[in-house]
Each structure stands twice: as structure tokens, then as C-alpha cells.
């Protein structure tokens, strides 16, 4: 057996996607620099502009990702963890002066610009490892970076509470060890044949460890709260922490018939990419009447119900494949049934073989019946592989793109001012709330790549649908946290946050299912660049402009330059800033639900068929989108 196996390379990348989230923790470390460096809180909130552009804009990462190999990726991204915010550490300790804001604004920027080569290498080695599972993959290692803030609260209480500057200390180097631990275990593997109900088992098995871990978290952070918290119980709590998150490694463990060759896998080959390109018997003989790539956005004629024709010679407008490819077609369909039929008296090396040049002939013959279509159609379809070049002429791209900025970038907002809105409140410690809203992401990112697949997989409806469903919460939760109630902290956090971390899960997937995964790197990394976008409005330009303006009408005049070490008291500091989000939540919905009707027949083209297949067939657990 192989010492490396996809699924040490899974929980391997949730440990190191857990260290792509210490961007969330911001709200811990700006009171400590606040005080230090004397910012105001517009300063404050250009920083976490600066956080939020460094951790999202991942381009280089992307384009990076498509010629260096993954162990690369991620020292590049632990050389940036280290150097930037070991340098704000020492700048904070020894309290340089305030001529230094931009140097500080460019050190937290290439400190979390490390997360996206981290955030990269994980997901995009991953969701290749598993592209039949891309809904749950992306669910569970874009929680665990929501999650990071809480983690790294739990050990930073446990270790050096209530030394704020240590807590910097830590994240400069707690992220850059296991990045460089990690390098020796992430990469894309070759596929690897295993029953379809073990594979369920085993995320299912995942999925219980991560609803047990935000629990196991939420006790914590409650019990370290409580006046009768000790350093002792503090440390057993973070020892537990570090429990859960060795658990998955039972995952690794072989089943004795997961090994057990599935039937989909009878007929397919594996590129060295690790991405199966050669499609079933089943997919061939359905394709032989459509050209490739009849996953259609609407321009196709294939009817209003998104079920394809019968094999008439004229289906989707075009000919069929001619006298010989019909042949060549029928003949190699007899290799395939003969082997099937000798299965027990050949080799399987030679049986295997024998297979795998039917199967590529097969894909070869369907090619050539569709390369016409193909010529006469410039740029792929949605569904088929698209560059960054072509996905920006989509409108659906920055449908996607500007309902991203709304969402997210309204719950940035929330998450980088959240010590500022629960000190207006008159809570003293401000740790509580972020690494409460930190568990509420990560539930939201679980519970949103889970859900947008069973509506994608069983119902054939686009994910979209489910982000469109998060803003409206986080409208809500805007609302609550602008009026103030009591509680409403706790629950605004709550609705913020899921909402907020539901993106991360529902947009990578839709982004790989519309655009393709050859390029689904810089894709997404370009898509994250809704995040900075939204936090530079909201937060660098809204909230921290309102917030002065509240502090300095509280304290009356003073002379310029007076005002910047005032603090606003009160729900009024941050209410008008919070209505103004519920606002942009709402517009965010209107743009998701436009895009649900753009890509409503993708869905039913992608889904479809699978859905009819589901109930008697066990390979229906792949999803049966281009590689």
C-alpha cells in the first residue's frame, strides 16, 4: 500500500486549511494593535482592507498553481505567513510610531496573502482527488478555514492569554510549521477504484467529526468565558482540540473492500492528471447522437425540459457519426461485450489493457463526430473547461462576481469590526463573539456544501439558489445587529455568519461546474477578489467613516488629529453602516436569483440524467461533469 494516500492528502489539507482561516481573527488582534500604534478607527478598518486583498487575492497563487507543483505552492505561502506577521510582531512589542501605517498595511498584507497559496494547494489538489464529490470537499476544507479563527483562539487562551502581542507570535508561526509539515503529503494522486457506499461512509464519518468538533468548540469557548476557568482546563480543552482534529487520520485506514473495483470504474482510464477522461460505455452510447459538450446554457435547441433526443441522425441540430464511425462504433461495442464475457478467463493486466484501447477508440469515434459542431462554436460551453480569458465574457461569471461582493463582502464587514460593535455594545472581551462567529462560518460552509449537493445532485437545481437563501439571512442579521436588542449580538453573529460562510462552500463548486476544473484555480482565485472588493466599500470607505463621525459627535470638537484616539459608544456607531449592508444583502439576492434562471437548464443538462439513473444504479454517485 502506499504510504500516500488520497485520503491522508484530504485530512492532510484540512489541517492546512484550518491555518488559511487566521485572516478571521483579526477581530482579536486590532484592539492590541489599535492601542499600540495609535489608529484610529478608519486606520483600523484599512487594515483589515489590507488583510482582506492579501487573503483574497489570490491570482499569482492561481496562475502559479498551473506550473509549480503543490509542495511549492504552499513554502511560497508559509515564507509570506512567516515574514509578514513576524515583522507586525515586532512592531506591535516595540510600538513603532504611526509613520509606519502603511508598512503596517503592507506586512498584514503579504501575511495573509500566504492563505490563498494555502487555500489553493488544498482545494485544488482535492476537489481533483475527488471530483465526484465536489459539493462535500469544498463544504469541509473551506469550514475548516472558517474554523480557524475558533482553533486558534482555543490554543492562543491556553497558551498566552492574556498577552494579546503573543497572540500575533502565534499565527506567524504556528501556520508556517504545518504548512512546512504538509509539503511532504499534498499532491494530486492517480484514481483510485473504491466502492461508492464506503466512500459515503467515510464522509459521513467526516461530517460527524466536524458537527462534534464546533460543538466540542462551542462548550469550549463557553467554559473558557465562565469565571471558574483555569490555565489548567483551558489546556485540556486545547488538548481535545487537538484530538478532534488528528480523528480524520482513521480515514486513512484501508477498508477491506473498499479496494473492491466499482462499476463505473470497469471502463475508465486515468490521466496522469488524475482525472478520469475516458467515459463510461453507458456515457458513450448516450453521446454518440450529441455532440460533446451538449451541456447547454439555454443556446442549444435541446427543449425546454433539458432531456436530450432520441438518436435520430439530427439530434441537437447536427448529424450524427457517419457510416464508418457508426461501425467502428458497433465493433468496438462487441469488444466491449466480449470482454465482458471472458472476463473470468483473461488475465486481468491483459483484460485491463484490452479495455482501456476500446474504451479511447469509443472516445475517439464520438470526438469525431462532434469536432463540425465543435468549429462552428467559438469558446467552450458552460460545463466544459473555459480559460480566465473566456469565463470573463460570461455574464454569468460576474453574476456570480458581484453577488460574492455583496454577500461576503457585507459579513467582512461584520467579522473585521466585530471587537469594535461588541465593545459599542459594552461587552469587554471581544474573543467570545470571534471565535463564535468563526464556529457559525464553519457550520455554514459544512452545511452549504452539503446541501447545494443533494438540491444539485437529487433535484437538479442550481446551487445558486442556496446563496441567494444565505443573503436573505444575513439580511436579517444585519437587521438584528443594527437594532440592537438584547442579544442580538449572539444572534446577528449567528445569522452573519453562517450566511457568510455558505458562499465559500456554494461558489467554488458552481464556479467548477459552470467554467470547468482545468483552470479552476485562477478562476476561483479570481472570484475571491468579490471579498476585497466588498470589504474596501463596506468597511475601509462605510464603516470606518460613519464610526468616526459617531465618536466625534459624542465627544464634541477638537482639534484635527484629536479625534483619532476617541471611541464610539452605543448602537448608533455602527447602525446606519449595519442598515446599509441589510441593503447590499438584498441586492445580492436579486443578482443570485438571476443567475438561477441563467443556469436552471446547466443544471437539469448536468444532473438530469443522473437523477433518473440514481435509484437503480450505484455509479450514480458521480456527477458526471467534464474533467
Known amino acids: 500500500?502506499?504510504?500516500?494516500?488520497?485520503?491522508?492528502?484530504?485530512?492532510?489539507?484540512?489541517?492546512?486549511?484550518?491555518?488559511?482561516?487566521?485572516?478571521?481573527?483579526?477581530?482579536?488582534?486590532?484592539?492590541?494593535?489599535?492601542?499600540?500604534?495609535?489608529?484610529?478607527?478608519?486606520?483600523?478598518?484599512?487594515?483589515?482592507?489590507?488583510?482582506?486583498?492579501?487573503d483574497s487575492v489570490g491570482l499569482l497563487a492561481g496562475f502559479m498553481c498551473d506550473w509549480l507543483p503543490t509542495w511549492g505552492l504552499i513554502f511560497v505561502g508559509a515564507l509570506q505567513n512567516f515574514l509578514g506577521y513576524g515583522w507586525l510582531w515586532l512592531m506591535v512589542v516595540k510600538r513603532v510610531p504611526q509613520l509606519n501605517f502603511v508598512w503596517v498595511c503592507l506586512l498584514i498584507g503579504v501575511g495573509t496573502n500566504g492563505e490563498s497559496y494555502f487555500n489553493t494547494a488544498a482545494l485544488v489538489t482535492s476537489v481533483r482527488n475527488f471530483s465526484h464529490y465536489r459539493g462535500p470537499i469544498v463544504g469541509i476544507l473551506k469550514g475548516f478555514g472558517g474554523l480557524g479563527g475558533a482553533i486558534f483562539t482555543c490554543i492562543y487562551t491556553a497558551l498566552y492569554a492574556p498577552d494579546q502581542a503573543s497572540f500575533i507570535f502565534m499565527v506567524a508561526v504556528l501556520p508556517t510549521l504545518v504548512a512546512l509539515l504538509s509539503m511532504f503529503v499534498i499532491q494530486p494522486l492517480p484514481f483510485e477504484a473504491e466502492l461508492s457506499t464506503v466512500q459515503d461512509k467515510k464522509f459521513n464519518f467526516l461530517y460527524g467529526i466536524c458537527l462534534s468538533l464546533a460543538a466540542y468548540l462551542l462548550f469550549t469557548i463557553l467554559a473558557q468565558d465562565s469565571t471558574a476557568a483555569t490555565t489548567n482546563t483551558d489546556r485540556f480543552f486545547a488538548l481535545g482540540l487537538l484530538a478532534f482534529l488528528a480523528l480524520p487520520l482513521v480515514l486513512v485506514i484501508p477498508s477491506s473492500t473498499g479496494r473492491a473495483q466499482s462499476p463505473e470504474s470497469a471502463t475508465s482510464f486515468q490521466s496522469e492528471e488524475g482525472q478520469l477522461k475516458a467515459p463510461l460505455l453507458e456515457d458513450i452510447e448516450t453521446k454518440a447522437g450529441a455532440p460533446a459538450g451538449s451541456y447547454d446554457d439555454g443556446e442549444s435547441s435541446a427543449g425546454s425540459s433539458g432531456k436530450q433526443k432520441p438518436n435520430d441522425g439530427q439530434s441537437f441540430g447536427e448529424k450524427s457519426l457517419n457510416w464508418k464511425q457508426s461501425s467502428r462504433f458497433k465493433e468496438d461495442s462487441l469488444l466491449f461485450s466480449e470482454l465482458e464475457d471472458e472476463k473470468e478467463s483473461w488475465p486481468e493486466p491483459v483484460r485491463s489493457d484490452r479495455l482501456r484501447r476500446a474504451s479511447s477508440r469509443l472516445y475517439r469515434a464520438v470526438a469525431e463526430g462532434a469536432i463540425k459542431l465543435k468549429r462552428k462554436r467559438k469558446g467552450p460551453r458552460r460545463g466544459e473547461d473555459f480559460t480566465l480569458k473566456q469565463a470573463l465574457r460570461k455574464a454569468d461569471f460576474w453574476l456570480l462576481f458581484f453577488g460574492l461582493a455583496c454577500g461576503a463582502g457585507s459579513g467582512l464587514m461584520v467579522i473585521d469590526n466585530l471587537g469594535q460593535i461588541s465593545q459599542s455594545l459594552g461587552y469587554k472581551d471581544a474573543h467570545i463573539f470571534v471565535a463564535l462567529i468563526s464556529i457559525w462560518n464553519f457550520l455554514g460552509r459544512l452545511g452549504g456544501g452539503y446541501v447545494s449537493e443533494v438540491i444539485a445532485r437529487e433535484h437538479a437545481l442550481p446551487r445558486p439558489i442556496l446563496l441567494a437563501a444565505s443573503q436573505t439571512l444575513m439580511a436579517v442579521g444585519h437587521a438584528s445587529l443594527a437594532v440592537a436588542m438584547p442579544g442580538a449580538l449572539y444572534a446577528g453573529s449567528l445569522l452573519v455568519g453562517m450566511g457568510y460562510g455558505a458562499h465559500w462552500a456554494i461558489v467554488p463548486a458552481t464556479a467548477s461546474e459552470l467554467f470547468g476544473l482545468k483552470h479552476f484555480g485562477i478562476i476561483f482565485n479570481f472570484l475571491t477578489m468579490a471579498n476585497p472588493a466588498g470589504s474596501l466599500v463596506f468597511s475601509g470607505l462605510i464603516a470606518?467613516?460613519?464610526?468616526?463621525?459617531?465618536?466625534?459627535?459624542?465627544?464634541?470638537?477638537?482639534?484635527?488629529?484629536?479625534?483619532?484616539?476617541?471611541?464610539?459608544?452605543?448602537?448608533?456607531?455602527?447602525?446606519?453602516?449595519?442598515?446599509?449592508?441589510?441593503?447590499?444583502?438584498?441586492?445580492?439576492?436579486?443578482?443570485?436569483?438571476?443567475?438561477?434562471?441563467?443556469?436552471?437548464?446547466?443544471?437539469?443538462?448536468?444532473?438530469?440524467?443522473?437523477?433518473?439513473?440514481?435509484?437503480?444504479?450505484?455509479?450514480?454517485?458521480?456527477?458526471?461533469?467534464?474533467?
Open 1 to 54: 500500500m502506499a504510504l500516500v494516500n488520497r485520503w491522508l492528502v484530504l485530512v492532510v489539507s484540512i489541517w492546512l486549511q484550518s491555518c488559511a482561516g487566521i485572516g478571521y481573527v483579526f477581530g482579536s488582534l486590532s484592539p492590541v494593535i489599535k492601542v499600540s500604534l495609535d489608529y484610529n478607527q478608519k486606520q483600523i478598518n484599512r487594515l483589515g482592507v489590507a488583510k482582506d486583498i492579501g
Open 544 to 627: 470606518g467613516t460613519l464610526y468616526d463621525r459617531e465618536a466625534k459627535k459624542q465627544h464634541g470638537e477638537f482639534a484635527p488629529g484629536e479625534v483619532d484616539v476617541l471611541k464610539c459608544e452605543g448602537p448608533v456607531c455602527f447602525r446606519e453602516t449595519l442598515f446599509i449592508m441589510t441593503g447590499m444583502c438584498m441586492l445580492g439576492v436579486a443578482l443570485n436569483c438571476l443567475l438561477v434562471s441563467r443556469t436552471q437548464r446547466v443544471y437539469t443538462m448536468l444532473y438530469s440524467k443522473q437523477q433518473n439513473d440514481a435509484a437503480g444504479d450505484d455509479s450514480a454517485n458521480s456527477s458526471h461533469l467534464p474533467s
